[in-house]
């Protein structure tokens, strides 16, 4: 599927529009799709973001007018696009329904609810306050795709391990205010901290006039602290961390399936709902708007949470239940009308995929029969997930059951494909899709040129659906002595 991504980023729009639309666009790619953006105007900083990603195109008509609709109609016809994701507050109705008449589709993502209307065909607020109530006037045949489900997360943070639990005392602080600051609220967050028994780690975008004033702040603490710009590893830095100090924007979805406990401070109207959300659902400590923070109120709160084990814990609990890294591939669901996703398997996957590997049925498509031990599967488990060049898939439904699993072992530039369909989900047509959105996923992940399938000759279902999902049967083959069908599917 091919993806047009209208975003603007600077160091006065911000980066938030252009990195929502990266992590779809990380998504799409993974699943072997191809996303373009179209841009007006795009910091450098964020175009290399962007590279190894997609292809990013110069928006040539003036911004938000509409020669800019009709150029970006026109841009996704050329490139075969099915989508135009639109992010940003200057795409007003008349837009999105200019480049609806031109026979595309449109999902509009949202955090404001500010128009009077909306026509696109999907509405994405991956937000913690999302609600259909704040869309009023929407067509008949729009969409509405809101909260935290379809929180979308850029690739690095979907590949991290979240933190397991929290120190008995808080003392790596990482603080984040947002890629510009405008307000500068960075250095009084840190002059707060001074005397208090902490090491800092300060996140300041490239677009960030006040660098000068967070390196003074330091110095006037004394505190241990390192400054980074420009941070292309916040996942990393998010992992060390014991508690962060963060604007209550799209930071904080990323915090809180990492595992990091947060305080927030609303610096735009765009982010009260995010932290007023998390705080309802005891995800975050708010402290509100920083117009009305003074350096002893962020202290006070800060101090408090240092030695509280107790309630840090629970907000890490809180954060990770909130988000769970899937919302990009469950949006691209939507899209494709796919009737399921694929999430990576993880240890908690670990007795279900047991269970189904010793089903009855399943052991009598294996070229294996025999019932499996625990302790045998365990050891294979954990070596599978630990495997670099493995990748195994669970397979979720809309209504987020575990429909099966799917997996490959590459080597070079084939992978194997083994499938199986959780025994109370067969016969609901999930197998077809189950083995067509893993392809996309191994095509889009790895270097393999072409999948082989090997199949019990006696096993007419799964030629059945091997065959609709696009394989193509080769001459037999065998497997561990025993006779099989061999299928491939190229990419």
Known sequence: MNILFRADGNSTIGAGHIMRCLALAQALKDCGGNPVFLCSDLAEGFKERLNGVATVENLKAEAYTQDDAVETAATAKNIGAEWIVLDGYNFDDAYVTSLKDSGVQVLRLDDHSHLSSYSADFILNQNAHAAANQYPNIAQDTKLLL???????????????????????????????????????TPMVIRALKGLEVELTVIVGGGNPHIDDVQNAISDTGLPAE????????????NTADLAITAAGSTCYELAYMGVPMITI??????????????????????????????????????????????????????????????????????????????????????????????????????????????????????????????????????????????????????????SVAPEMRGKKYATPLIAEGCKRCFGQTNAQMIDAFIKPENEASKAVFTKAGFTEQDPSDVNGNAALHFTLKR
Not at 160 to 176: D, E, F, N, R
Not at 227 to 237: F, R, S, T
Request: net charge negative; hydrophobic share 40%; with cysteine.
């Open 147 to 185: 909260g935290c489900s379809y929180t979308m997360l850029q690739r690095a943070f979907r590949n991290s391990s979240p933190q397991a639990g929290v120190p008995i005392t808080a003392k790596k602080i990482l603080i984040t205010l947002g890629g510009s600051d405008p307000e500068n609220v």
């Open 266 to 419: 609303i610096v735009a109207d765009n982010q009260v709902g995010v932290a007023e959300g998390l705080s309802s659902k005891n995800a975050c400590v708010n402290l509100g708007w920083n117009t009305e923070l003074t350096e002893q109120s962020i202290a006070d709160t800060v101090a408090n949470l240092l030695g509280d084990e107790a309630k840090r814990k629970a907000l890490q609990d809180a954060g990770k239940s909130v988000i769970d890294g899937s919302g990009a591939f469950r949006v691209l669901m939507q899209m494709n009308e796919s009737p399921l996703y694929l999430r990576q398997a993880n240890d908690d996957d670990c007795e279900i995929i047991f269970k189904w590997a010793n089903d009855a049925d399943t052991r009598a498509a294996s070229f294996s029969s025999e019932q499996i031990p625990w302790e045998d599967h365990t050891k294979w488990y954990t070596e599978k997930l630990a495997d670099a060049n493995h990748l195994f898939f669970v397979g979720m439904n809309s209504a987020d059951e575990p429909v099966g699993q799917v997996r490959f072992d590459t080597e070079g530039d084939t992978a194997m494909i083994s499938v």
């Open 227 to 238: 400054i980074v710009v420009n941070a292309n590893n916040m996942h990393e830095l998010m």
